[in-house]
């Protein structure tokens, strides 16, 4: 049997059809204001066999969502009015999907592409084994590009090659020998591309990095930003759009001059991962803690779709239906669970492997795997657990004798088991698998969010931040040394918990977290958070990769952490520098 903790798990853990073709002197179209608010359903509220990475169709009737978990690919294809699971017969976590008349393709880890064509699954030769294809776009079922950055999870012998970008010809990858990117330091991760048509081809990727095709050769581009830029689209070459992040969220805007950086609404997450647009469309975007929006006309409507999960991708469909996909992606772990939600009310929900389609669901998440649950609501903190609870109690929860409470995953292949132990009058939990029959333990819920935070004020509490582990909660001590968890797209984040003395009544509150890097103020965080008798799960927030990802020194971490309408605490921690440098 395999024993993990839960702070070790922690570690474990577009385009539209109406541009393809699109000649390069399709007019730019002022984006109209939207007839009416967008009203979110979830389809998808707990897939099982991963996160939805991406979501995209040439029709109505023909929709495509993609992704997966480690090793195991996720495609799910809607027809109009079923949902079905239409996995290659082999193959690893997808990121992109994209296609052009009859051909579609999907790629992911370990170089992993699938091409459909004439209904049938056949893999693509030539995508690097040490690498992560995250994006791919076709111009034509004959040419094409993907493009990638290092895969983390490469076994031994397997090189990590990043700034990867290949070419796609009807049957295989060609390599691309691009001089430009020799010359980049740093996280080599290209994460999407993008094109108004054959000859305007764009990329996007880590540091701020744009690059454009014109059909001869690549031009790099001045953004003005060193954010991870994640995905790239457009209404033509004259009007592009990318989307990323890092201390901040990050939208830019191309209008054939210049890049520049467009103002977000207030409550924009750290990240944005998804962006879309097309001619005469508003502008698209979606990223952490469930967050979408929609630019017409310069001004910002954010639909809340009631999810604290990430949401990857967003697309519109040539109905005008609109989708976004995601799932508890904010920490690599080795199994997740997905999300997928659109604006028709009509379509039906998405089955499980092997389940019935059991039709329209509201837009809760029920998943004891996830990384984030509903309002903790009101909890009576006197109560004492004399014997096991019906559920996996949280870490900290008040406990008395010597209790030792299995909690098996139900439908778990591997075996997963859950055991809270009673130790000195609180329970920890450590999880059990059988990792040899594949995959790895399911992870028991590692953080919280919450959509009611507390509005008013509390006398006389004080606030404390600690380390993540399986442990009752401990307060960082000075200069701690600490491990930053590193995302499956390379951003680096710093993970704590919150523990308030004074306070025991509130269940939900904004948690502001400002970091400084070396003295240099980086990162300005607000989130909604669940406290559960004055103790918080994981906690995470995004610091920029550079100058960490690549310089060989200790840097100092400053954080104040600010529990609002209760109080604040500051403390510094150290981390180590230089260990995801690819360049």
Known sequence: MHTLPIAALSFLAACSAALLGCPESTPTEPAPTPAGPIEWTMVGPAIEGGAVFS????????????GGEPGRPLVLRFDGSTWSHDEPTAGEQLWWVHG?????LVVGDAGAAWMKRGGTWTEVAGGPAGTTLYGTWLASGTDGWAVGGPFDNAPDGVTQEGDVVLRFDGTQFVRQDIPLLAERTGQKRLFKVWGSGPDDVWIVGSNGFVMRFDGASWTAMDTGT??????????????????????????LHYDGTAWTEQDLPEFAPQILQGVWTAPGEPVLVSGYYG?????????WEEPDLNTPDSLHAIFQDPSGRLWTAGGDIAFPKPNYTGILATSSASVPSVPNAGGPDAGPTDATTDSSTSDATEDAGPVSCDDVATECPTELPHIGAACSGTLSCPYPVPNDPIGTVHTAECTDGTFTVSTMCEPALGGGCTVPPLSEACSAPFSGTVSGATVAVGPVTNEPFRAFQADEMIELIWGGQGS??????????GADDLTCGNVRAQIAIDGVPEVDATQPVVFRCGDTLLIYVIVPSSPIDCEDKVFDLDVQVDVEGVGSTSTTVRVQGGQRCFG
Request: proline letters at 5%.
């Open 55 to 66: 979501v995209w169709g040439p029709a109505a009737d023909d929709i495509w969502a993609v």
């Open 100 to 104: 052009a008349g009859d051909t579609v």
């Open 226 to 251: 060193s954010a991870m830029l994640f995905t790239v689209t457009g209404r033509g070459p004259d009007d592009v759009w990318a989307v990323g992040g890092g201390a901040k969220a990050v939208l």
């Open 291 to 299: 967050f979408t929006g929609r630019l017409a006309d310069g001004v």
């Open 492 to 501: 680096p984040m710093f993970e704590f918990r919150v523990q308030l003395d």
